[in-house]
């Protein structure tokens, strides 16, 4: 059986588009980030530590574990923790260019693989009254960096480069091609 170590309805949907069983076992860790991580780094070790919280409930078990962090500069953008924080993070954004981290842990049994996938995206200018609609629409508030680009949050970006996925919150060509290796 394969886990998705995630609560991420993203993550989720990603999965069962691409046609994968598998079933959603939440983690629940502290995702405090680190100061002496740099963002990809940051984003694997939240993966990690996802994915190794659901392993020690089900060893027998594929676990996915993955976390995405939005980084401009040198400043790691979460989840916001709540509105005006949203604003925040979209004020810092809005008509400049960041970086998208999505890391992912895979383990089963005594072996894992970890990676992490980037992006580049360019933000609109946008302003204060396009931020506070978009907030008020509650889609940034569970969001790295507070938009989503797969929605509505699509309208606040000019440009990207890299998978589309990966902004997303899972590289999932990436992981079809490591989870070969698990089965």
Same mark, same amino acid.
């Given at each position: ?6 609560? +991420? ?9 691409? @046609? =994968?069983?598998?079933? =959603?076992?939440? !983690? ?38 993955? %976390? #995405?962090? $939005? ?6 953008? @979460?989840?916001? $923790? %709540? ?9 810092? =954004?809005? /008509? ?17 693989? #970890? ?11 946008? !302003? ?24 509505? @949050?699509? +309208?606040? $970006?000019? !440009?990207? %480069? /890299?998978?589309?996925? #990966?902004?997303? /919150? *899972?590289? *999932? ?11």
């Amino acid at each position: 059986m394969i886990i998705l170590a995630s609560k +991420s309805p993203r993550r989720a949907k990603l999965l069962k588009d691409a @046609g =994968i069983d598998f079933k =959603i076992v939440p !983690s629940h860790i502290d995702e405090t980030f680190s100061e002496t991580l740099d963002p990809g780094e940051q984003a694997v070790e939240l993966a990690k530590r996802k994915a190794l919280a659901v392993f020690e409930k089900y060893p027998n078990d594929v676990i996915i574990g993955a %976390d #995405t962090i $939005v980084y401009h500069k040198n400043e790691m953008l @979460g989840q916001p $923790v %709540d509105e005006e924080d949203a604003y925040r993070m979209l004020k810092l =954004i809005s /008509g400049k260019s960041h970086v998208v981290y999505t890391g992912v842990a895979i383990i089963k049994g005594d072996h894992m693989k #970890t990676f992490c996938a980037q992006a580049d995206v360019n933000m609109r200018k946008l !302003s204060d009254l396009e931020i506070r609609k978009y907030i008020e629409s509650k889609e940034p508030m569970d969001k790295a960096g507070a938009y989503a680009i797969q929605n509505e @949050g699509l +309208s606040l $970006v000019e !440009s990207y %480069d /890299g998978d589309f996925f #990966t902004i997303v /919150g *899972l590289p *999932l060509k990436q992981l079809i091609q490591e989870l070969k290796a698990f089965q």
